[in-house]
């Protein structure tokens, strides 16, 4: 019998664990709290054919090792679509929008699936966010679907082998997971893994106005469609053709950082031969997502703001600039990246500023270098402790904007950024409700 090892046992190692079962394997499961020891699985290793790696899974001297013994590694979505490929459906198989970059990736899957469904498609979103892409792939006998729309991170892009996608963009690429890679250009060319396996009857939605995706331009093999902010939005209105055009005032997603996501779902829509209407129908009445810019609750005059989708320097950066003079709460899990951009954001936009999480005392020198006024940081090891100082001096008769938005990731003290997002919302209310 086939012997397969799953090297981590969360929501991507699950999903991998039935596809496998489907496929006939005998299962080693190697997690530390819920399987087998990494000692332990050594031994096994001669046993077994297919290693799947979880996303958030280093490199570990396990993996190493079954990379040197020439075991094929992988993980859930190259698994994922290989299954897809023996799926005995009467129906044809669904095509696949995969969706990566540092910034905007989880708005730009959530709304092309949500407008695919608005128009009257079977879509469903996943990857990244929501259900795991083998998940929706084992549902498809009982769910039929047109389109699946996954995001796609870079973790998750490393051992990509056989995955291909029928429409394929890179948002925008910024330094991140510094602490990952050895350099950000190891981290780029992770992220165009998106586009090696497309052929030219497969759409690449290239950001001809993003430097590192234009330096990696000779990567893709599929069918180009450009996009840029600055040759199709004007100051007040996006172009769709020489007739039609979006009102930028109108979008219900607000912010600079959003034009750069409403472009690629309106092209998408393009591609797929949307009409007008229907695209800007549904981008003037599309609700933000949870834990993105999401203004959750209001008392007196102080707004409270969750964006612990907020993972990286550019986009609290971003957050930082829709909501300008706000009491900043930001800081997490260390990436080893310089803070020095995102400190002088802070200098010129941000009344107080609250540090927390691994990478405070980083944060606090980075800051300290500057002339912000010292009396106006506050330093806590967790976020609780910070709401906690925050309440104690919140004026809320005066018109603040509390902004949630870490800048980094949630694996210091959380399990996501979604966890993340509920347990700060529900220590607000806890504390002003």
């Known amino acids: 019998m086939k012997k397969a090892m799953i090297f981590g046992y969360g929501v991507s190692g699950i999903s991998a664990e039935k596809l496998l079962k489907q496929e006939q394997y005998d299962i080693y499961i190697v997690d530390d709290k819920m399987g087998l020891g990494s000692l332990e699985a050594m031994k096994l290793l001669p046993t077994v054919n297919l290693f799947i790696k979880s996303p958030g899974v ?34 044809k198989l669904p095509q696949i929008i995969a969706v990566t970059g540092t910034n905007g990736k989880t708005t730009v899957t959530s709304k092309i699936s949500e407008l695919l469904q608005y128009t009257g498609y079977r879509a ?16 498809l006998q009982e769910e039929p679907l047109d389109y699946i729309v996954i995001e796609l991170s870079s973790f998750q892009l490393e051992n990509i082998s056989e995955f ?18 050895h350099s950000p250009g190891e ?20 950001n001809i106005e993003d430097k590192e995706s234009v330096e990696r331009k000779e990567k893709i093999k599929g069918t180009i469609v450009p996009i840029s902010l600055e040759k199709e939005c004007g100051k007040t209105h996006i172009f ?26 309106i092209n998408v829509g393009k591609i797929l031969k949307i009409k007008f ?35 990286n320097l550019d986009s609290t950066r971003y957050a930082i600039g829709a909501y300008p003079k706000s009491i900043l709460i930001c800081g997490g899990k260390d990436k080893k990246l310089n803070l020095d951009i995102l400190m002088e954001q802070i200098v010129n936009n941000v009344e107080k500023v609250y540090l927390m999480g691994e990478n405070r005392f980083l944060a606090l020198e980075a800051l300290q270098k500057t002339e912000y006024n ?31 938005s870490p800048g980094t990731s949630s694996f210091d003290q959380f399990p996501n950024y ?4 509920k347990i700060f919302k529900k220590l607000i209310k806890g504390n002003f409700e």
């Open 58 to 91: 280093p490199y570990s001297e396990l993996v190493v090792q079954a990379q040197k013994m020439n075991i094929e590694v992988i993980d859930e979505v190259e698994l994922g679509y290989r299954h897809l490929k023996k799926v005995k459906t009467q129906e």
């Open 124 to 139: 469903k979103a996943c990857g990244n966010i929501g259900k795991p892409f083998g998940e929706v792939i084992l549902e």
């Open 164 to 181: 291909k996608a029928d429409i394929a963009m890179v948002i925008n690429l910024v330094p991140d997971h510094i602490d990952r890679y």
């Open 187 to 206: 981290y780029y060319d992770t992220k165009f893994n998106i586009c090696k396996n497309q052929s030219e009857k497969d759409i690449f939605l290239l």
């Open 240 to 265: 769709y053709n020489e007739t039609d055009k979006f009102e930028i005032s109108k979008f219900s997603l607000k912010g600079k950082h959003n034009l750069e996501n409403i472009m690629f779902i």
């Open 277 to 311: 209407e229907v695209i800007e129908e549904f981008l003037y009445t599309t609700l933000s997502l949870e834990h993105r810019l999401e203004k959750f609750f209001q008392k007196n005059k102080t707004i409270f703001i969750n964006d612990s989708k907020g993972t």
């Open 374 to 404: 010292k009396e106006n940081i506050y330093v806590f090891e967790t976020l609780k402790e910070v709401i906690e100082e925050l309440k104690k001096n919140l004026d809320l008769e005066k018109e603040n904007v509390v902004l949630f």
């Open 418 to 421: 979604i966890e993340r997002g």
